[in-house]
């Protein structure tokens, strides 16, 4: 594995929640800020969530208060906890650090 691999996407109803997984290299979780950003159909890719190696946390405005970031450092996990979702929150959801980036996985919010 390279890359980090996320996982956890699919469709729900606004007002529903969804766990998003991302499994990341060793050597990219120990050393980097992992982050969550998401990229919508026609818009620029964003930061939605980042959490540093020492547990400290950020997030953009627009999810603050519904999402959590955190991070299994037993599992090379870093996870994003969304809540309270609305038809803005759907795009492809990627996992990034270290300049690497995941796949992505798709999230789709029916109003």
């Known amino acids: 594995q390279v890359q980090p691999v996320e996982s956890g996407g699919g469709l729900v109803q606004a007002g529903g929640s969804l766990r998003l997984s991302c499994a990341a290299p060793t050597t990219i979780f120990r050393f980097y800020t992992m982050g969550w950003y998401r990229q919508a159909p026609g818009k620029q890719r964003e930061l939605v969530a980042a959490i540093t190696h020492g547990g400290s946390t950020n997030y953009a405005d627009s999810v603050k208060g519904r999402f959590t970031i955190f991070r299994d450092d037993a599992k090379n996990t870093v996870y994003l906890q969304m809540n309270s979702l609305n038809a803005d929150d759907t795009a492809v959801y990627y996992c990034?650090?270290?300049?690497?980036w995941g796949q992505g996985t798709l999230v789709t919010v029916s109003s």
């Open positions: 990034s650090a270290g300049g690497v």
